[in-house]
C-alpha cells in the first residue's frame, strides 16, 4: 500500500484519527485515568501483560542497573528531576510515560559538549534484574551546539520497566543514536523517546527490537528551527509470543526542516504480533518540509500478525514532499525462484531475501560492533526459522 496524502488521513479501520497537534499531554498520570484498552494509543497493546506499569507508583532501586561508558570529555551524572537539565523536552503523552516521569528515583545525563566531535561511542547500558519489580527510569543525552557524537542505549537482562529518553540536540549537532532492545524472553518494557533537533541539526536514531515478552517504544521528534533533519530507522524481529510495537510521531512545526522513517520486521510463528504506527504532522508554519515514511512486515511462517498503520496529516500546501507507504508480505516468490534457479539450494536462498530485507538499515548504524551484534542476532533467528 503506498500513498501520499494532501489532507488527514484516517486508520486503517476507518475512523478519523485525532489531531495529534491538540494531543492531550500531561505530567500527572491520574490526568490520564486507567487505559482501558479500547483506548486509540492502546488498542493493539495487549493489556494484561504491560504487569501494572500504568498503575505502580513508585521505584524499585536495584531492579535496573544503568552503566556508562564514555570518552572524555563527555560528562555524566546522576541526579534528581529538580536538575535544570532534567524534563526540558518531556511531555507525555500516555498513562505509562507519565508514571515513568512521576516515578523515577533518579535520572542519568550525559552530555557531550559543544564543539566536541567524538572518535569512539557513548554506551549506556540499562540491565534489568529482576522482572517482578516494577522500575521507572530517565536518561538525557545532550548533544551541545556544533558537537557530533554516536550514543548506543543497550537494553538487556529481564526487567519489568518503563522509562523517558530525553534527548537533545543543539543547533548545528549530529547524533547518531542506537537503541537496542536485546531483552531477555520474560522482560516487558514501555518507553517514550522525547527527541528535539535544533536548528541546521541532525538526528539518526536505529532502533532495533530483538528480545522482550512485550516491548513497545514510542519515538517523538520536534523541531527547534529552520534546516533540521529526523530520520528514523528501525528493524525488529518478532518469535512466536513476543509483541513488539513501534509508535512514531513526527511533529513538523518548523520551516524546512526534513524527516526520514524506515521500519522493518520480521515476523515468524503463533502469537507473534508487531505494531507500527506512524504519525506525521505537518504544521501550517512549517513550510518547505520533506517527509517520507515507510514501514515494510515479512511474515516467515504462518501464525504471525503484523499492524501497519501511516498516517500523515498537512496543514500547509506549501511542502516539497511528503508521502507515506506500508506493506505486509511473505517471502517473494520471484526472489526466490531467481536464486533456486542458479543453483542456491531453497533454504539458503530464503536466508539471503531475509539478509536483504534487513541489509539497508543494518548498515546504517555506522557501528562495526552493534552493527556485528545484529547480524550475529538475526542469523540466529533464520536458523531456528529457517532449519
Known amino acids: 500500500m503506498s500513498a501520499t496524502l494532501t489532507a488527514p488521513s484516517a486508520h486503517s479501520h476507518g475512523a478519523p484519527v485525532a489531531d495529534r497537534g491538540e494531543r492531550f499531554h500531561s505530567r500527572d498520570p491520574e490526568a490520564f485515568g486507567v487505559p482501558?484498552?479500547?483506548?486509540?494509543?492502546?488498542?493493539?497493546?495487549?493489556?494484561?501483560?504491560?504487569?501494572?506499569?500504568?498503575?505502580?507508583?513508585?521505584?524499585?532501586?536495584g531492579a535496573v542497573q544503568v552503566d556508562v561508558v564514555a570518552p572524555a570529555p563527555v560528562s555524566v551524572a546522576v541526579t534528581g528531576r529538580d536538575d535544570a537539565r532534567v524534563g526540558r523536552h518531556v511531555e507525555p503523552s500516555d498513562v505509562v510515560a507519565a508514571r515513568a516521569w512521576s516515578s523515577f528515583a533518579s535520572a542519568t545525563v550525559v552530555e557531550v559538549p559543544a564543539g566536541t566531535e567524538l572518535s569512539e561511542p557513548v554506551t549506556i547500558a540499562v540491565k534489568g534484574l529482576d522482572p517482578w519489580q516494577t522500575s521507572f527510569g530517565h536518561l538525557v543525552i545532550d548533544v551541545g551546539r556544533e558537537a557530533s557524537a554516536t550514543v548506543v542505549v543497550d537494553y538487556l537482562g529481564t526487567a519489568t520497566h518503563a522509562d523517558n529518553l530525553e534527548v537533545r540536540v543543539g543547533d548545528g549537532g549530529r547524533l547518531t543514536l542506537v537503541n537496542l532492545h536485546a531483552w531477555d524472553d520474560d522482560a516487558v518494557h514501555v518507553s517514550a523517546h522525547h527527541l528535539h533537533v535544533g536548528r541546521d541539526a541532525s538526528l539518526t536514531q536505529v532502533v532495533v527490537t530483538l528480545g522482550g515478552d512485550l516491548v513497545r517504544?514510542?519515538?517523538?521528534?520536534?523541531?527547534?528551527?529552520?534546516?533540521?533533519?529526523?530520520?528514523?530507522?528501525?528493524?525488529?524481529?518478532?518469535?512466536?509470543?513476543?509483541?513488539h510495537e513501534h509508535r512514531l510521531f513526527v511533529d513538523h512545526s518548523a520551516p524546512h526542516c526534513s524527516s526520514d522513517v524506515n521500519y522493518r520486521g520480521a515476523l515468524q510463528g503463533q502469537g507473534a504480533h508487531a505494531v507500527w504506527i506512524g504519525d506525521v504532522l505537518i504544521r501550517a508554519a512549517a513550510i518547505g518540509t520533506q517527509t517520507y515514511e515507510i514501514n515494510r512486515n515479512l511474515l516467515l511462517t504462518d501464525g504471525p500478525r503484523?499492524?501497519?498503520?501511516?498516517?500523515?496529516?498537512?496543514?500547509?500546501?506549501d511542502v516539497v514532499s511528503a508521502g507515506h507507504a506500508s506493506a505486509t508480505g511473505r517471502f517473494d516468490a520471484d526472489q526466490l525462484f531467481y536464486l533456486m534457479a542458479r543453483g542456491i539450494p531453497e533454504i539458503e536462498a530464503r536466508r539471503l531475501v531475509v539478509r536483504?530485507?534487513?541489509?539497508?538499515?543494518?548498515?546504517r548504524i555506522g557501528v562495526p560492533a552493534v552493527e556485528a551484534r545484529i547480524s550475529e542476532a538475526l542469523e540466529a533467528e533464520l536458523e531456528r526459522t529457517l532449519a
Do not use: C, K
Open 356 to 363: 536483504g530485507f534487513f541489509a539497508d538499515l543494518a548498515g
Open 306 to 317: 503484523a499492524d501497519s498503520v501511516p498516517n500523515l496529516e498537512i496543514e500547509t500546501g
Open 217 to 243: 517504544v514510542a519515538p517523538t521528534v520536534t523541531y527547534g528551527g529552520p534546516g533540521a533533519a529526523a530520520n528514523l530507522y528501525g528493524l525488529f524481529f518478532t518469535d512466536p509470543g513476543q509483541h
Open 36 to 61: 482501558s484498552g479500547r483506548e486509540e494509543d492502546w488498542r493493539f497493546t495487549p493489556m494484561a501483560r504491560l504487569r501494572g506499569l500504568p498503575t505502580g507508583t513508585s521505584d524499585r532501586p
